[in-house]
């Protein structure tokens, strides 16, 4: 065992470290970042992807002839870190960077890579994703948006939801029917579709935050060139799968709770609890303890995995806990503060009388979004029930 | 950046595994439980053949001078098989003491007969008060001349009834702070004036007893380290014993987690597996990933301890803690999956949940350690 960083592994750090110094984020200030307009803060991410683009840090794990870093697994962890470190904000075209990219690169043909990759990066194409329907939520393979064969075409029309930043896309990947009498799994084909193409309707969605980031999209007749098609017909499951594979490796939970551990405790300095200061309260500082042991627990279950990564290893069970014990770790981390501060606790952003400027009841009411994007709670416990400890499906 | 085991660990487990499968059935663990000391010497003996007991000590005393991260892979097969017996109380308690402590001339006495499985020893420490911080140790060492006279009782005393030599943690000045003034004492358990009562406990695959010491008369030279400064050597013993249970802990957590699974699968009601049930399954994945979660913590705990570094004395109770929870609530939910059987005398869930609860408690229960952790977060 060994927890140090090589000599490269540190100077990749100190490199991305100055010039993340050199090159902040332009118009962004961290604390006041979610009380600006959407359009703003969109914008805001627009430019921080093409900054960082500029000088080849984004996409780093991706090789070098896309544009990538072909950055080592321990560089990606170190990239992570320090972007974390400095609360750097999000990218405009995160779907583009950690599923769409990589599930091309897999899948796609020369042309289809040739013509749509390079784009992501740089953001010139920003991209959304079509999975979920009115009916098929958690049992994906039932949806029913069909594709029809029309000569270099295929016709679309069905309906999409929770289809995030599809406001802003130029391209979707469309998980869609093309054979009705298939079994369900095997009648599904994955399409590259052009968001300003005629007859694509798209209606924001407000969230329980308030925010309107994610989407239903509507298809009426819409024609997709044939080119678009990845993977082959009727085999577009296996392709939606590597794509859901990436997204929820994607949910690095664990660079999220540690600062929100961090801001949990600086919180403590101004509350009492029972007349107490809170950070003299037996139970809190139990909870808070417990917090933070689950959190680096989680963070040594990433080491291991990474390191299984390493040796070459299939990933073992650990891997698989992280987007499902590290989303319910933040629900509990999130309710635990609105305890803390009482009546304060409801008062929401911008609110004069309110201590937070309403930060934890928006992480509370965010804190649902880990649990069921990318595969509720529920279905990751039937993956690594099914497929980690074999038990029988239902 | 490697968090895993070497090739050679990984062999050490594997043959670990074996040997216990063959030596340490259930059915072996059950005699021992219903024996009157719950040693079994011929099991002892051969595990000391494998150099189990002399895993920490150096070759010049005759151990085999391997690694913390060594014991941590065969500790872990132990609490997969239940081994009984006074293992944890010999080499992480005892003989930890003399090797975190001990003169040149104490150790080429004690660690050779350790490591070739002729000694038995242990560590009294805690008192009526239950605790196993500083503050708990109150038993008096009075100077007599150059040598000491100890008086008074301690309690879980894990393996004393068949100890040879016992360290003892008594006080030999009145403290300005709890950890000032404990001194630590090898005193051979057959000294007139100790007298040994097992106690009736949940786990009686491994013992623990009530020491009642009557005016023993301790000779200077059994001093382990100096006079009045025996508390840091016993955090580093403690470090060690508590990294070692946890890796038992995270053992006999994964076996019950695997029999539950196991039986899941089989066993049939309603016409299907209930591993097909969702309320059965899912229960089976939040164990597992209890499992896995306190095998994190405490493989970073054995190599903190491994590394004698600073973060130990948070990795440790972060261990502690988080093992202690996982053990019992996963061998309790192992007995709901069993159902009826599972609440049997004759099924050997019992055995795992008992040692979850005899593991919670040794050292400090979880929130103790929990306390312990928030100390070192700043609140």
């Known amino acids: 065992m060994d927890f140090d960083y090589s000599h490269q592994e540190e100077s990749f750090r100190q490199e991305l470290r100055a010039w993340l110094e050199a090159n902040p984020a332009d118009n962004y200030d961290p604390e006041s970042f979610e009380m600006i307009d959407p359009e703003a803060r969109f914008q805001i991410k627009f430019d921080w992807q093409k900054k960082l683009h500029g000088a080849g840090w984004v996409g780093i794990h991706w090789p070098r002839e896309y544009g990538g870093r072909g950055a080592t697994i321990l560089e990606q962890t170190i990239y992570q870190q320090e972007m974390a470190r400095v609360h750097a904000p999000g990218l405009a075209n995160p779907l583009g960077i950690s599923l769409v990219g990589p599930t091309l690169m897999h899948w796609g043909t020369e042309e289809q890579k040739a013509r749509f990759v390079p784009r992501i990066l740089s953001a010139e194409e920003l991209w959304c994703q079509g999975y979920s329907e009115p009916g098929s939520g958690s049992d994906l393979a039932s949806l029913q948006t069909r594709a029809v064969d029309a000569g270099d075409d295929f016709v679309v029309n069905g309906q999409k939801v929770w289809t995030s930043f599809a406001h802003k896309a130029d391209y979707c990947i469309l998980v869609a029917r093309t054979d009705s009498d298939a079994p369900k799994h095997q009648g599904l084909s994955y399409l590259l579709v052009d968001m300003h193409a005629p007859g694509v309707t798209v209606r924001p969605l407000v969230q329980i935050s308030g925010d309107a980031e994610f989407n239903e999209v509507f298809f009426e007749d819409v024609r997709v060139p044939k080119a678009n098609l990845v993977g082959e017909r009727n085999n577009g499951w296996q392709v939606a799968i590597t794509t859901l594979m990436f997204e929820r490796a994607n949910f690095g939970m664990v660079y999220n709770l540690e600062p929100l551990l961090d801001r949990l405790k600086a919180g403590l300095k101004d509350l009492e609890v029972n007349g107490q200061p809170a950070a003299a309260d037996p139970e809190v500082r139990q909870k808070l303890a417990a917090f933070h042991v689950e959190i680096q627990a989680l963070k040594f279950n990433g080491y291991r995995q990474l390191t299984q990564q390493l040796r070459g290893n299939p990933p073992g069970p650990e891997g698989s806990i992280s987007k499902l014990a590290g989303s319910e770790l933040y629900i509990r981390m999130a309710h635990f503060a609105m305890e803390l501060l009482g009546p304060y606790s409801q008062c929401a952003l911008g609110e004069d009388q309110g201590i937070d400027n309403g930060f934890w009841a928006r992480r509370a009411l965010g804190s649902r979004l880990y649990t069921i994007a990318g595969g509720t709670s529920e279905i990751m416990r039937n993956i690594v029930g099914e497929r980690v400890l074999r038990l029988p499906k239902g | ?379």
């Open chain 2, 1 to 379: 950046m490697d968090f895993g085991f070497s090739e050679d660990q990984e062999l050490l487990r594997d043959s670990a595994r074996k040997f216990l499968d063959a030596e340490c059935p259930a059915t072996f663990v059950r005699k021992m439980m219903e024996d009157d000391s719950a040693h079994a010497t011929e099991l002892w003996k051969k595990a000391a053949e494998l150099g189990w007991m002399g895993i920490l000590i150096p070759e010049e005393n005759g151990g085999i001078g391997g690694s913390f991260l060594d014991l941590v892979v065969v500790m872990e097969e132990m609490g997969r098989s239940l081994m009984p017996g006074p293992f944890l109380a010999t080499v992480l308690l005892g003989s930890a003491a003399v090797l975190a402590g001990g003169s040149d001339e104490q150790k080429d006495a004690i660690l050779p007969k350790v490591a070739a499985g002729e000694w038995v020893m242990t560590l009294a420490q805690a008192e009526k008060s239950g605790r196993y911080d500083a503050g708990g140790i109150g038993m008096p060492a009075t100077a007599r001349g150059g040598d000491f006279v100890l008086s008074g009782e301690k309690l879980f005393v894990p393996d004393a009834h068949v100890a040879d030599q016992m360290v003892v943690a008594a006080r030999t000045g009145s403290p300005s702070a709890p950890e000032d003034g404990i001194t630590l004492f090898l005193v051979d358990a057959k000294s007139p004036g100790v007298e040994i009562t097992q106690l009736k406990t949940v786990d009686m695959t491994r013992r623990q007893c009530h020491v009642a010491f009557q005016d023993v008369a301790v000779a200077g030279s059994q001093v382990i380290g100096e006079v009045g400064r025996g508390w840091p050597i016993l955090q580093r013993v403690l470090d060690q014993a508590i990294a070692g249970l946890c890796t038992e802990m995270v053992g006999t957590g994964q076996q019950a987690l695997d029999m539950a699974v196991e039986y899941a699968k089989e066993r049939v009601q309603f016409g299907k597996p209930i591993g097909s049930f969702q309320a059965v399954k899912h229960k089976c994945v939040d164990m597992m990933v209890q499992v896995e979660n306190a095998r994190s913590l405490t493989y970073y705990a054995a190599w903190t301890v491994d590394e004698n570094v600073d973060e130990a004395s948070q990795a440790v109770p972060m261990a502690k803690a988080y093992c202690s929870d996982m053990c019992k609530t996963v061998t309790s939910e192992a007995i709901q999956v069993h159902g009826g059987i599972g609440f049997t005398w004759e099924h050997d869930m019992h055995l795992f949940y008992r040692r979850g609860l005899a593991s919670e408690a040794a050292f400090g229960s979880a929130p103790t350690h929990r306390e312990v952790v928030a100390q070192t977060l700043d609140l």
